[in-house]
């Protein structure tokens, strides 16, 4: 995993079981692989964002595939972004591809998740705080 002016970098592994009939990654399975890549880079000790984990909620989810990815393409090159900082949330993009793509080459998944930060005693939307504005406003493609 690396931070980089373009983007957090990580790679996530793929399970047998998350493959479908058809033989490539499910549907529901690619939008818990997207999470998986996002923990490491909001939510672990250290980070401004941890305080997160204490409450945020998937506001908005988008997946666009383009082509498909199966269990022997793991683990999955998971590059992510912040397209936008707002009061109360912000959202995160995402390129997949295949381990050991090129990373100029065109991803299999496109996709993007809005994430608010949730008050979970007041059960309400609650401010980013400025030190979480300030970290996700890093991670903004210009």
């Known amino acids: 995993m690396t931070e980089a002016v373009v983007g957090f970098h990580t790679k996530v592994g793929v399970r047998w079981s998350d493959m479908d009939v058809f033989q490539h990654i499910n549907h529901a399975r690619m939008v818990t692989l997207l999470e998986e890549a996002r923990i490491p880079w909001l939510f672990e000790d250290g980070r401004p964002t941890v305080t997160l984990r204490d409450g945020a909620v998937i506001a908005d989810l988008h997946v666009r595939y383009r082509g ?18 707002r009061a109360v949330d912000f959202t995160i993009g995402y390129e997949v591809r295949a381990g050991g793509a090129a990373p100029d080459s065109a991803p299999s998944i496109v996709a993007s998740t809005q994430i608010a930060a949730f008050d979970i005693d007041t059960q309400r939307l609650r401010r980013l705080t400025a030190p979480e504005r300030e970290y996700l406003e890093r991670w903004k493609r210009a």
């Not at 498909?68 to 900082?85: A, K, T, Y």
């Open 68 to 85: 498909q990815l199966r269990h022997d393409d793991g683990p999955l090159d998971v590059l992510m972004w912040i397209e936008s900082v």
